[in-house]
């Protein structure tokens, strides 16, 4: 049975509170989970049992971060979508991208953007993938997340209706379909899992929503949806439904504790009580809502009722990167200029956000986000003597407002080292790199990409 002894370090718990530190101690795992930690030296027992021992000496362990949204296949567009709000966004590159996009397009973009996660402390990644031009797209972004060895809640995103693109819509049945068929192949371990992901409510027909929250609750699986991102999509569900996006799912009976409800820019004060009443997760994606001109969400209201807060990057194609110690930095940063108030959100709120509410959008409350004996052992080790973080004050503020993802040696996920001195251990980065390269030339010249850009930057140039 592995087993992995990390001494000689500085630990943050965060079980419950992330102001605990242990100035120095151990973490003990064996198999997939944590055994033992505690402060000082490891007990005699320990040292003898471990196949590996790290010396984590003037380094930082903390449990693995939780990226609880993101869309992998958007790698091949970073950069390609700057400057856009979502609608045009969704027009002008990543509509015409994705269409583009061959199945070994979707593994290396996936497996790049798990790689990206890992290297930058997310031992946990919820992506959804909703672009099903060959049906084993999917299967092939699972294979992905398998070879990374990254632990992954895989939604299936669909759109079943108009106005979503034509060719990005599938049938409620294909839907259903497929996602049994993929749950059955991979939802038979904690690595692994696959969920529902209908997309947004203006592309998703009622009577199919209220079909897959049934399935959900039957199969034990997450419901993951985009909710009310831009002040304009509220009002096309205003329009054709006369409720708000929250209040329209609230109508139709499906929203439980499994829902993850992303972005919530533009909740409305009834929507925020609902939400806290159904149980349901909100994933907060900073860095998306400014780079989209989306708007800022009501965070610290979402806290006073409760609701579960994710934090996550959101697609690369509106961030353009994965990295999560930078999105503790916008979470804090966003809600102090909304509120001018400098302690509306203070380094172990967001962390707390980070984990707690990760493990409660991965499904995996009291399982990961934290470093305790029974946990999943999902631990990052963070070097923090850096000249850009010393010298340090407090490790929460460090990792809030000053590391990144370059700052992270060491990563394992369910006991297993993926990361070590920062390199992916089992992938050859320099490979990986050139080849999603090649792919991502191809797929931009077949979707005319940009001639797609130059026209949209003619129409919007500014004097
Ligand atoms: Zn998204």
């Known amino acids: 049975m592995p087993s992995l002894l990390i001494h000689n370090a500085t630990i943050l718990p965060c079980d419950p509170d992330p102001r605990t530190i242990i100035a120095r101690g151990y973490v003990f795992t064996r198999a997939d989970r944590i055994a033992a930690m505690g402060a000082g030296d490891a007990p005699e027992q320990f040292r003898n049992a471990a196949r590996e021992t790290i010396d984590a000496r003037g380094k930082t362990v903390i449990p693995g971060l939780i990226n609880a949204h993101t869309h992998l296949?958007?790698?091949?567009?970073?950069?390609?979508?700057?400057?856009?709000?979502?609608?045009?966004?969704?027009?002008?590159?990543?509509?015409?991208?994705?269409?583009?996009?061959?199945?070994?397009?979707?593994?290396?973009?996936?497996?790049?953007?798990?790689?990206?996660?890992?290297k930058c402390g997310a031992t946990s990644v919820l992506s959804q993938h909703y672009i099903q031009t060959s049906l084993q797209n999917m299967d092939?972004?699972?294979?992905?997340?398998?070879?990374s060895g990254i632990r992954a809640r895989l939604a299936r995103g669909y759109a079943d209706r108009d106005p979503y693109h034509p060719r990005l819509q599938e049938s409620p049945a294909t839907t259903v379909r497929e996602t049994e068929r993929l749950v059955q192949q991979w939802n038979n371990s904690n690595r692994i899992r696959i969920e529902f992901g209908p997309l947004i409510p203006w592309g998703c027909r009622a009577d199919a929503l209220q079909n897959i929250a049934t399935l959900a609750r039957e199969w034990n699986v997450g419901?993951?949806?985009?909710?009310?991102?831009?002040r304009d999509e509220v009002e096309m569900t205003r329009r054709e439904t006369g409720m708000t996006p929250a209040r329209w799912l609230h109508s139709l009976g499906v929203l439980d504790e499994r829902w993850q409800l992303v972005h919530c820019v533009w909740l409305e004060d009834d929507e925020i009580?609902?939400?806290?009443?159904?149980?349901?997760?909100?994933?907060?994606?900073?860095?998306?809502?400014?780079?989209?001109?989306?708007?800022?969400?009501?965070?610290?209201e979402w806290r006073k009722h409760n609701i579960p807060v994710a934090l996550a990057s959101d697609g690369p194609g509106s961030n353009n990167s994965q990295d999560m110690l930078e999105v503790l930095k916008f979470t804090a940063c966003l809600q102090k200029v909304e509120t001018l108030d400098a302690t509306a959100l203070l380094p172990e709120n967001v962390l707390e956000m980070a984990y707690r509410g990760g493990a409660s959008a991965m499904g995996l409350r009291d399982e990961i986000g934290r470093l305790a004996p029974g946990a999943l052992a999902d631990i990052v080790i963070v070097n923090l003597q850096r000249a850009h973080i010393s010298p340090m004050y407090s490790p929460q503020s460090a990792l809030v407002y000053n590391a990144n993802g370059n700052d992270v040696d060491t990563v394992i996920v369910g006991g297993e080292i993926l990361v070590r001195e920062g390199r992916a251990v089992h992938i050859n980065e320099a490979s990986l790199i050139a080849d999603c390269q090649r792919a991502a030339e191809a797929m931009w010249s077949r979707a005319g990409i940009r001639k797609l850009d130059a026209d949209y930057r003619r129409l919007t140039r500014k004097k």
């Open 140 to 147: 092939r972004v699972a294979q992905a997340a398998q070879t």
């Open 273 to 300: 009580k609902l939400i806290a009443d159904a149980g349901a997760t909100i994933v907060h994606c900073p860095v998306s809502n400014m780079y989209l001109a989306s708007g800022t969400p009501r965070v610290i």
């Open 223 to 230: 419901v993951h949806i985009h909710l009310s991102e831009t």
């Open 73 to 118: 296949f958007q790698t091949f567009m970073r950069g390609l979508a700057d400057d856009k709000p979502l609608l045009r966004w969704l027009e002008a590159a990543i509509w015409p991208g994705a269409i583009a996009m061959t199945e070994d397009d979707f593994y290396l973009a996936a497996l790049i953007g798990f790689i990206e996660n890992l």
